[in-house]
């Protein structure tokens, strides 16, 4: 028989798209349940997001020794991180040693990706079409697509005329890139032009930011790791793996349960000063109401608005990198190494788009509403379709022809971020409705992994060949999600957490802000009640004589 012959005839237990962190644990967890697994991605090596993700300073904003895998001992004592927050390259050798330790490759189709899964009740198999092999089926799919992993490209009149060369720093080529005498234009300031323009600046005969609305960045204070901190944790890490999964965003850090109205002024500025020292993410734990009470997050905005007066020496400039319309936090915060510090450069311009909004792209450059820019290069910084994106370009038919497209028509309904009603036996990976976007990425992925592999273990025990979500619990689920996110000021901002980034996006809070402690609660519970709120049903006799 020929081999995509075979392959359609084949039925795996399970189709995997998506070799990131996810991707490649759930492989792992289901080759240790003794189930059949192939894996789908659209790249042609593992990574996910650090395959992609390679523009110049990309750096990761958790800490090197909490942002990997703790499920094997071997493999994180063996694993050496060379910086306290690693680079891209770093963490994608690191992506390839799991690859290697553990030879995950075996399962991975490479260089494809699917376009369509569609579900048959009568077999319960879903059938994935992909854009370069025969269908494949299997009993469940597993959505390991992550949740920045679909760039979004702005619609600007005259893109596709320029005639230089252009990027996007979710997609960026493999081979170094030199700008070396080039003009370049950035488009956009978030976290990856905050990691972005400085290097480029260092490099580039000069640089013109294009700043739609400026974001919080805190200083990373990234340095080598040394001997002894590493061994540290190290000798520690079955503790402090533990602790971190019960904290509110799955990284340990230095927590200060104080409001910060309980403080005097010259107390609170010492402990703002203190923590813009320690650097990085740790700033927004300077106290315990930043994200819920506005006049103690006025006192954050206040202290980092002073910082960049302090740090740009141009006034004018300084103001209009000053963030106004949003809490500080409440958009993922930025960490830099030497951002504002960039805008002292000479070689350097920032254009305010709301002073002088874009008009157009040329083939020789840029147009704002107040002039022309030439520009030899333009790399667009524009974010991505975050959570929702790579899994709405998958065209998904589920139970009676419904489709996940018009089941999310109003935003992701979910329940736990795990599944979605009307979607049988297929799983998310830190989906919509689950911490995923505010936590420690790979933290809140073997937690997902963990549960998924557990839940299929059960179903097998107990002889159940389909689970699907029970749209009255996924329906409480989306209600208590939003009810905790609005108790927050995380909603006062415009940001990708809501879909404001993306136009004609639905408007909705997509991330669990409750946290990773109480949500792995949530979920252990539900397990241990009998998977409560999903709905379980029997092999079919036709399922049981394939099986």
């Given at each position: 028989m020929p081999q995509d012959a075979a392959e359609s005839a084949r039925i795996h237990d399970v189709v995997i798209v998506g070799a990131g962190f996810g991707g490649m644990y759930m492989l792992h967890r289901l080759r240790g349940l003794g189930l059949s697994a192939k894996v789908i991605e659209a790249g042609s090596g593992v990574g996910g997001t650090w395959y992609w993700n390679r523009y110049p300073g990309a750096r990761c904003d958790v800490e090197s020794m909490q942002y990997s895998f703790g499920f094997s001992d071997e493999l994180q004592q063996a694993w050496r991180w060379s910086e306290l927050f690693s680079g891209q390259p770093e963490i994608l050798r690191y992506a390839n040693f799991v690859a290697d330790t553990f030879d995950l490759r075996r399962d991975i189709t490479f260089n494809t990706r699917v376009q369509a899964a569609s579900w048959d009740e009568a077999t319960a198999c879903w059938t994935v079409s992909t854009d370069s092999t025969a269908p494949v089926r299997a009993?469940?799919?597993?959505?390991?697509?992550?949740?920045?992993?679909?760039?979004?490209?702005?619609?600007?009149?005259?893109?596709?005329?320029?005639?230089?060369?252009?990027?996007?720093?979710?997609?960026?080529?493999?081979?170094?890139?030199?700008?070396?005498?080039?003009?370049?234009?950035?488009?956009?300031?978030?976290?990856?032009?905050?990691?972005?323009?400085?290097?480029?600046?260092?490099?580039?005969?000069?640089?013109?930011?294009?700043?739609?609305?400026?974001?919080?960045?805190?200083?990373?204070?990234?340095?080598?790791?040394?001997?002894?901190?590493?061994?540290?944790?190290?000798?520690?890490?079955?503790?402090?793996?533990?602790?971190a999964r019960k904290t509110r965003s799955g990284v340990l850090s230095p927590l200060n349960d104080k409001s910060a109205l309980a403080d005097s002024e010259a107390?609170?500025?010492?402990?703002?000063?203190?923590?813009?020292?320690?650097?990085?993410?740790?700033?927004?734990?300077?106290?315990?109401?930043?994200?819920?009470?506005?006049?103690?997050?006025?006192t954050a905005v206040a202290f980092v608005h002073e910082k960049i007066r302090s740090i740009v020496q141009d006034p004018a400039i300084a103001e209009k990198l000053l963030p106004t319309n949003h809490p500080i936090g409440t958009k993922r915060i930025c960490v830099d190494t030497h951002y504002y510090e960039t805008f002292n450069r000479p070689n350097v311009t920032l254009v305010d788009l709301h002073d002088t909004p874009i008009s157009q792209i040329t083939p020789d450059g840029l147009d704002t509403s107040a002039q022309s820019y030439g520009l030899d290069a333009i790399i667009f910084a524009t974010g991505f379709d975050a959570m929702t994106g790579t899994l709405l370009k998958i065209d998904i038919h589920g139970r009676n022809g419904a489709t996940l497209r018009d089941s999310w028509a109003a935003g992701p309904h979910t329940y736990l971020g795990l599944m979605t009603a009307g979607m049988p036996n297929m799983f998310m990976i830190t989906g919509p409705g689950s911490p995923s976007v505010l936590s420690n990425m790979i933290v809140s992925i073997e937690q997902h992994v963990d549960w998924i592999a557990e839940c299929l273990a059960w179903m097998r025990s107990n002889r159940k060949s389909v689970i699907d979500a029970d749209q009255a619990a996924q329906d409480a689920w989306v209600a208590h999600v939003n009810d905790v996110a609005h108790r927050t000021l995380y909603p006062q901002a415009n940001s990708w957490y809501m879909g404001a980034n993306i136009p004609g996006k639905p408007q909705v809070f997509m991330p669990y802000i409750g946290g990773v402690g109480v949500y792995r609660e949530k979920c252990e519970a539900i397990a241990a009640a009998g998977y409560e709120g999903f709905v379980m049903t029997h092999a079919t006799a036709a399922v049981q004589a394939a099986e």
């Open positions: 009993h469940h799919v597993i959505m390991a697509t992550g949740c920045l992993s679909s760039s979004r490209m702005p619609d600007i009149a005259g893109r596709d005329t320029f005639k230089g060369r252009t990027f996007h720093t979710g997609q960026w080529p493999h081979q170094e890139i030199d700008f070396t005498d080039q003009v370049v234009g950035v488009i956009g300031t978030g976290s990856s032009a905050i990691q972005s323009i400085p290097v480029i600046a260092a490099q580039a005969k000069h640089v013109y930011v294009f700043q739609r609305t400026p974001n919080f960045s805190i200083p990373s204070r990234n340095a080598p790791i040394q001997a002894e901190y590493e061994a540290q944790w190290k000798r520690d890490y079955t503790r402090r793996r533990a602790e107390d609170r500025r010492a402990h703002y000063e203190q923590r813009w020292k320690l650097g990085g993410t740790y700033f927004m734990q300077s106290y315990n109401d930043l994200a819920l009470n506005k006049a103690s997050n006025d």
